[in-house]
């Protein structure tokens, strides 16, 4: 259902601004300062008397004056009802309302407003904070979300340092500081302290001489360098939710992550350090999730390559070790492994000479033809990606750095096509790789992704 513009709405959170049927209405400076003193009453009603006294800031009674006060009140009263007005006729009169105070030199009039949370701003910041102090964590950090983002400076800005600002200043100022507070723990609460980190820091920056706010800043830093362990970048790209990030560590401890492990075209599995060396993550494979049975992955290989044409079969005399049946360059085989995925990704042509070769336009096919299998058989799950090309593929043509961008370069390519590939891509770098790789420039480069949409051009690589 589609949320109607409020007709009229007063705003004190900030400059004062008045908006009548979505437009902005230009009140006198001196009826301006009279709307800002009837919101100061909170819904009290205000003598004619200390309306003058307070708005025209008189210091001193000249003899048979009150008339004509009460005359220059009425006039800005006058104004206001025609300015609410603008919304429909009767508004002014509902909104601006008049009383009778007797006093001791007869009735006086009085003058109040009669506002509810959806026309002024104070009010319903109020009171979606209050709903949070009472909703659990998910809901209270949307409410609390939902009253900052109506705060746009000081409230009551133009009667600041006024004795009849000073106590709902205070109140509005306190209350600000209780949602920022439990904004920090709902996120908290949450587990999102990458969420909770941004309102901490400017808690900090507002009050530098608050114990509490710099306490909550330390032990909020000292989480997620906590959480974050070994990661070393990570990027949300913009409008999409997915996650870019990038580790020091070991493939296979990503368990909550399907892997892309990079084959040959022939894709063999025994490691005898000769066809493949046992120190290749190729190797490791076998070893780390198949217990050592090459032959239960060879099993799982097969039937996943049924549904590819191979390229070619070698005979005996040609190839003497290893397998013989060859497929295209980009073929991407998912390999159920509990309940999770290996993409097996051919990516190199394995020689007569037992040598793997591969080019950079033979890698940017393989991770192009990489991501669609991904979105079809990875289950939506993170995927785990080690640096492709940088072992014995003998891909020489391409640094680290350039390694690493044509895998995120392909990737963010690909969710221009389907947005839903994958929540996270995690590049899992070895310490002797990170040591050769600039990842300021990749997270230039996600800037970038981030200001002209993921369907980019090739960086230039391959």
Known sequence: MQTRTPRIRVSVLGPLRLDVNGAPVRLTPLTARLLVRLVAAEGEAVTARRLYRDVWQQTVQLPHQDLRNRNEVQKRILELRRAFDLAGPGHGARIVRTGQLPTARGAESTYRLDLDDGELDSLEFARLVGDALRAAPASAVRLLGDALRLWCGPPLAEAQGEEFATVPVRRLTQLRETALRELIAGHTALGRYDLALPVAEQTARERPEDPEAAATLARLN????????DELLRHTLRGLRVDVVVVRGDLFDQEDANLVIGFSDTFDTFADDVVISRESVQGQLVDRLFEGRHRLLDDKLRRGLREFVPLATESVRDKRRGRRTRYPIGTAV??????????ALAYSRLGNDL???SAPADLRLSLERLWPSVALHGLFKPVAIPLI???????????????????????TRSLGQDPAVCPELRVVLRADDLERSDLSAVEGFLRGVDERGPALGPTGVG
């Open 222 to 229: 000292a989480r997620l360098r906590e959480r974050h362990g």
């Open 334 to 343: 998912a390999v159920p492994v509990g309940k999770r995925r290996v993409f």
């Open 355 to 357: 040598r793997a070769r």
């Open 389 to 411: 090309g940088a072992g014995l593929s003998r891909l020489v043509e391409l640094d680290r750095t350039q390694l690493l961008l044509l895998i995120v370069e392909t990737f």
